[in-house]
């Protein structure tokens, strides 16, 4: 593995982001032992979850992009769908309870 490393990465630290992925990576560590959990799996979206919110996930996330990039754009395309999916299912429910 070489290391690929991200020209440029704005670090955007939250702390519930940061809750969830160390939650899938645990679970992914946990998914390498026991045999009904994909770790892989696991290990990856804890990956895409953190690596806006640690230097070492964002230099690992260069290295899957410049690995897959067809696969990583599909991802960071539907990342951004979906948050904006709910950033209108917000507003909405915002409007429908009158605080907004």
Request: proline share 5%.
């Amino acid at each position: 593995m070489d290391n690929a490393r991200a020209p440029y990465v704005t670090l955007n630290p939250r702390p519930k982001r940061k809750a969830l992925g160390w939650f899938f990576i645990v679970l992914g560590v946990l998914g390498c032992v026991l045999p009904f959990l994909q770790g892989f799996l696991f290990l990856a979206l804890g990956v895409f979850v953190l690596r806006d919110q640690h230097l070492w996930a964002a230099h690992r996330w260069a290295w899957v992009e410049k690995r897959w990039p067809g696969a990583v754009s599909k991802i960071e395309s539907l990342e951004s769908s979906t948050t904006a999916r709910f950033a209108g299912w917000g507003a909405g429910l915002r409007r429908a309870i009158g605080r907004g």
